[in-house]
């Protein structure tokens, strides 16, 4: 059990263009979802927590404007990339808690802005 | 601020012995600890959680330790095989339920035939 799916699992965008990733939390009910960013041989970096019906809380340093995260149900959040740069170019990564302390990471999400 | 370090970028280690990676934070109080396995270009796979008030924890082939006056957590695989070969991350929860981890950087794991 605990599985969390992402999706697409790679994106190839053009500057300017805004992209959608997708998480769902496939057994479970996710009361809160994380989203990380990782970059090449770095630590995944927190950008927001999403809570269920309520607007996420972003890390300090993210653009809440830029990244537009939406957590519309228990199983659903969605990460909108906006006028995507080459500079966001990473790896997108999500993970699910039913309320517990285990969180339960998505597959992420390569994005890369050309 | 805080810090969590992960003793080696990389390891690298002959199969069938025992690999031990370390972890240790300063400026954080964590509740509890987890350990994660992430291979190349996929999300972290949890592996096993220990809380503060506990000094160890076992699951199968994994043994984990906690030292909360030496801000530091052991992990060790004993008996290791090439699959086990993958970027094992530490990461630190400050509070139980629905709270964000702080990670660090991971050590790359080589277990070599």
């Not at chain 2, 012995?17 to 994660?36: M, R, V």
Request: proline letters at 4%; glycine letters at 8%.
């Amino acid at each position: 059990g605990a599985v969390v799916s992402q999706h697409p699992s790679w994106v190839i965008c053009k500057s300017g263009t805004s992209v959608k990733i997708e998480c769902r939390s496939l057994d479970f009910q996710a009361t809160t979802m994380f989203w990380y960013r990782q970059f090449p041989k770095q630590s995944l970096m927190l950008m927001a927590t999403s809570n269920e019906g309520s607007k996420a809380t972003y890390e300090q340093g993210v653009e809440k404007d830029k990244f537009l995260i939406n957590h519309a149900s228990l199983t659903l959040s969605t990460l909108t990339v906006t006028s995507a740069h080459p500079e966001d170019s990473s790896f997108y990564i999500c993970s699910a808690s039913g309320g517990g302390d285990e969180q339960y990471f998505g597959p992420g999400t390569r994005l890369t802005v050309t | 601020s805080q810090k969590i370090e992960q003793n080696s970028e990389a390891l690298n280690i002959q199969e069938g012995k025992t690999a031990t990676l370390t972890c240790n934070y300063t400026n954080y109080s964590p509740a509890y600890l987890q350990w994660y396995r992430q291979d190349p270009g996929r999300g972290p796979v949890f592996l096993l959680l220990i809380r503060e008030n506990e000094k160890e924890k076992r699951k199968e082939r994994l043994k984990v330790t906690f030292d909360t006056t030496l801000k530091q957590s052991l992990f060790h695989i004993t008996a290791s095989q090439p699959a086990d070969s993958a970027t094992y991350l530490c990461a630190l929860g400050r509070r139980s339920g629905n709270t964000p981890l702080v990670f660090g950087k991971g050590t790359r794991l080589s277990v070599i035939a």
